[in-house]
C-alpha cells in the first residue's frame, strides 16, 4: 500500500524568522564613505578663559561636536540610501601639516575634508588634493573672492554676509549715521573695511573711523576710553574688535545714549540658541543634550557642514567625491532657517539667513523685509554675481 508523502507545516514564526534571514541573505552591503575633519592642535579660541567670557561670533567648543550631531541625525536616511559615513577629526599646527594631513586622507579613500583652520592653512590643505572641502570656521572675504578655489565651499557666513546684515538692519530702522570704532589688529582693519564697504553699499552714512586700543601704557589710556571715543552727532556705534575684550564693555558706557552694534550689542550670526522658529529650538536640544553646552553660531556651521555632506552622500550614494561634489553644488539644504540653502556656484558661499542678535535672544532676521533683490533675497547678504572676483569654474 502507497502512503502519501507527509506534509511540512511551518509555523508563522518559523515562516518569520526565514523571510528574515533570506532579506538578510540579500541586502546588498552598505557604501562606506569617510572624511576627515582637519581643526587646529591646542586650539586658542579655546582657551578656557576665552570660551567663558562667551564673546560674541567666538566658538565655544570643538568643531567635532556639531558635525557628530549632525551624522547622527542622518544615520536613517544614510542606512536608506545605503550607505555609511564616519568622520575622522585630526588636530594640525601649521599650514604644512594641514597640507600632509588632506593628502593622507585623499590616500586613504576620504571622500571630502571638513576645515575649521585659520585661512592659510585652509587653502593649504585645499590646495593639496582634489577633494572637495567644506570650510567651517574661516570668515574671510577673500577666500570667497581672489582666492577662491574650485573645490572649496563655505558653510561659515563670510565677514561681508555679517556686515550686510547689519547694515539691512540700521536701514530698516532709520540709524543712519555710523561712528565705527576698530581694534588694533590686522583682523581689525581688515573686518572695519568690510564693514565700511556693507555701510556705502547700502547708504548709510560714516561720521567718522575712530581707532581704540587696550593698553596697559598709562599714555595710551584715553585710546580706550569710550567717553572719549564716542563723542560727536552719530545714530550708532557700530564696533570692530576680534579679540572682543574692549566690545563687551562698550554698551551703556558710550557719552550719549546710542545703541552698539557689531562685536557687541547687536551682532549678525549664523545661530543663537533662542531662535524659536522652523524647528530651531529641537536642533538647539539635540546639540545640547549630546555636547553638553548651548548651541553656538560656530556649532551651527559645524553641524550644517556635517549635515550638507551627508546629504550629498545619500544624493551621491555610490560615489564617488566627483559625484559627492556635484551632489554638494546642487542639493537643497535645511538648516531650520525656514529658507532653502545653497551653495553659491560664484564664491562657494551657503546662502543662509543671518539672526540679530544682543546675546539674549534673536530680535530679527536678515534679509530685512523690504530688501529686494532680482534673483534670490539671501545674495542681498555677501557678494554677489555681478561683484564677483573669483575666477574659478566649480
Known amino acids: 500500500m502507497k502512503t502519501m508523502p507527509r506534509l511540512q507545516f511551518m509555523s508563522w514564526r518559523d515562516?518569520?524568522?526565514?523571510?528574515?534571514?533570506?532579506?538578510?541573505?540579500?541586502?546588498?552591503?552598505?557604501?562606506?564613505?569617510?572624511?576627515t575633519l582637519l581643526v587646529p592642535a591646542g586650539d586658542e579660541r579655546l582657551d578656557r578663559t576665552r570660551v567663558e567670557r562667551a564673546y560674541f561670533g567666538h566658538p565655544t567648543g570643538p568643531a567635532s561636536d556639531g558635525v557628530q550631531v549632525a551624522l547622527k541625525e542622518a544615520r536613517l536616511e544614510l542606512e536608506s540610501a545605503g550607505a555609511s559615513l564616519a568622520v575622522e577629526t585630526v588636530e594640525v599646527g601649521s599650514a604644512a601639516e594641514a597640507r600632509a594631513a588632506a593628502q593622507k586622507a585623499e590616500k586613504g579613500g576620504a571622500v571630502a575634508l571638513l576645515a575649521d583652520l585659520p585661512a592659510d592653512w585652509l587653502l593649504a590643505g585645499a590646495d593639496a588634493v582634489r577633494l572637495p572641502v567644506l570650510n567651517l570656521?574661516?570668515?574671510?572675504?577673500?577666500l570667497r573672492q581672489q582666492d577662491c578655489r574650485a573645490r572649496l565651499l563655505h558653510v561659515i557666513p563670510s565677514e561681508r554676509m555679517r556686515a550686510d546684515a547689519l547694515a539691512q538692519a540700521l536701514?530698516?530702522?532709520?540709524?543712519?549715521?555710523?561712528l565705527l570704532l576698530t581694534g588694533p589688529s590686522a583682523q581689525d582693519a581688515q573686518r572695519a573695511a568690510v564693514a565700511q564697504a556693507a555701510i556705502r553699499r547700502y547708504g548709510l552714512k560714516l561720521a567718522g573711523p575712530r581707532p581704540f586700543k587696550l593698553s596697559g601704557d598709562p599714555r595710551e589710556r584715553d585710546l580706550a576710553n569710550p567717553l572719549l571715543l564716542t563723542q560727536g552727532a552719530h545714530d550708532v556705534v557700530w564696533v570692530v574688535d576680534s579679540d572682543g575684550e574692549f566690545a563687551r564693555m562698550l554698551p551703556y558706557r558710550t557719552a550719549t545714549p546710542?545703541?552698539?552694534?557689531?562685536?557687541?550689542?547687536?551682532?549678525?550670526?549664523?545661530?543663537?540658541?533662542?531662535?524659536?522658529?522652523?524647528?530651531a529650538p529641537q536642533v538647539s536640544r539635540r546639540f545640547a543634550k549630546?555636547?553638553?553646552?548651548?548651541?553656538?553660531?560656530?556649532?551651527?556651521?559645524?553641524?550644517?557642514?556635517?549635515?550638507?555632506?551627508?546629504?550629498?552622500?545619500?544624493?551621491?550614494?555610490?560615489?564617488?567625491?566627483?559625484?559627492?561634489?556635484?551632489?554638494?553644488?546642487?542639493t537643497e539644504l535645511d538648516g531650520s532657517k525656514g529658507v532653502a540653502m545653497s551653495f553659491r556656484p560664484w564664491d562657494g558661499q551657503l546662502r543662509q539667513t543671518m539672526l540679530l542678535t544682543?546675546?539674549?535672544?534673536?530680535?530679527?532676521?536678515a534679509p530685512v523685509d523690504g530688501v529686494l533683490h532680482p534673483k534670490n533675497s539671501l545674495d542681498t547678504l555677501g557678494v554677489d554675481a555681478p561683484e564677483k572676483l573669483c575666477k574659478v569654474a566649480r
Do not use: C, N
Request: charged share 15%.
Open 137 to 142: 570656521g574661516a570668515t574671510e572675504d577673500r
Open 290 to 330: 549630546g555636547a553638553q553646552r548651548p548651541m553656538s553660531a560656530a556649532d551651527w556651521s559645524a553641524w550644517m557642514g556635517g549635515k550638507a555632506l551627508a546629504a550629498a552622500v545619500v544624493a551621491a550614494p555610490k560615489g564617488p567625491a566627483a559625484a559627492v561634489h556635484k551632489a554638494l553644488l546642487e
Open 358 to 365: 544682543d546675546g539674549q535672544g534673536v530680535i530679527g532676521t
Open 171 to 178: 536701514v530698516s530702522r532709520k540709524w543712519s549715521s555710523v
Open 15 to 35: 515562516r518569520a524568522i526565514g523571510a528574515a534571514l533570506l532579506g538578510v541573505a540579500t541586502l546588498a552591503p552598505a557604501a562606506a564613505f569617510k572624511a
Open 258 to 279: 546710542r545703541p552698539v552694534v557689531g562685536d557687541a550689542g547687536l551682532t549678525a550670526l549664523a545661530w543663537h540658541a533662542q531662535y524659536d522658529r522652523f524647528g
